[in-house]
């Protein structure tokens, strides 16, 4: 996160109502930037390309797309999802939670709200590191391999509006689940950490929380984050109303904007 004063961080606390949390995983849930730091150097070696050049790029998009520019003879998905999957086996010691986030989820679970992952990483990736950090799954993720263009398309997110049984008013990449029940795009929340990720958000017409985990919190103002939070601790879930299932979640200790 860059610098920034305390007090900047001091917004009064704000409560709103939403019809799903659709989560980005890396940076939002889990933080395993070291893990990728050594995945990414290792493939660097591998193909002929310096770490440090991949890393400058590749945080927030897909292997895929990286590969496709640096290697475009290993871009394939079968490469991709091996590959991805060893990564929680080999540095698992070097991925920790996000403070906040397994309260969060658990929290969700507790009471089936509407929650999703939509990641740019594999499903072998994603479900490792769920498993390994014993954290929540959700019944939806969306992962790299199920949509045409990474983030910052948002079909990623509108895929897991429709998967979850809701009509946000777009259309969407697969038909999966009819036509669903419809609200309003404002009405769902995407937590993020990566610019590519809130631009996808925000292109798809939902709200966006941004995490300062990882980049520059002017990057963040720039993408269109609705608030910016340091962490998901000062992201709660407060209610949960089975009957209009409405999530109501309270927003603490966000930047001043």
Not at 73 to 79: F, G, M
């Amino acid at each position: 996160m860059a610098h920034q004063e305390e007090s900047d961080f001091s917004a009064p606390p704000e409560t709103h109502d939403f019809a799903a949390l659709l989560f980005d995983m890396d940076g939002t849930i889990i933080d395993s930037t070291p893990a990728i730091v050594d995945f990414w150097m290792q493939m660097g070696k591998e193909i002929g390309v310096p770490g440090k050049k991949i890393l400058e790029t590749s945080h927030g998009r897909r292997s895929i797309d990286v590969l496709g520019l640096l290697a475009p003879h290993l871009a394939n998905w079968d490469y991709v999802c091996q590959a991805e999957s060893t990564i929680p086996v080999k540095w698992a010691e070097k991925a920790v939670e996000i403070p906040g986030s397994r309260v969060l989820l658990e929290k969700l679970e507790e009471v089936s709200a509407p929650w999703a992952i939509v990641t740019s990483g594999t499903r072998p990736l994603v479900n490792g590191w769920l498993d390994i950090m014993q954290l929540a799954h959700p019944q939806y993720i969306v992962t790299a391999e199920e949509v045409k263009h990474g983030k910052p398309d948002p079909a990623c997110y509108r895929l897991a509006a429709k998967r979850l049984g809701f009509n946000d008013g777009h259309g969407c990449v697969q038909d999966e689940v009819g036509e669903g029940r419809k609200v309003d795009a404002s009405e769902f929340l995407v937590l993020e950490d990566a610019p590519a990720g809130v631009m996808a958000g925000k292109a798809a017409g939902y709200k966006v929380v941004a995490l300062g985990t990882t980049h520059e919190i002017e990057v963040l103002k720039k993408a269109g984050a609705d608030w910016i939070v340091r962490d998901m601790r000062s992201v709660t879930m407060v209610h949960f109303d089975s009957k209009t299932g409405k999530i109501s979640i309270e927003f603490k200790d966000a930047l001043i904007m």
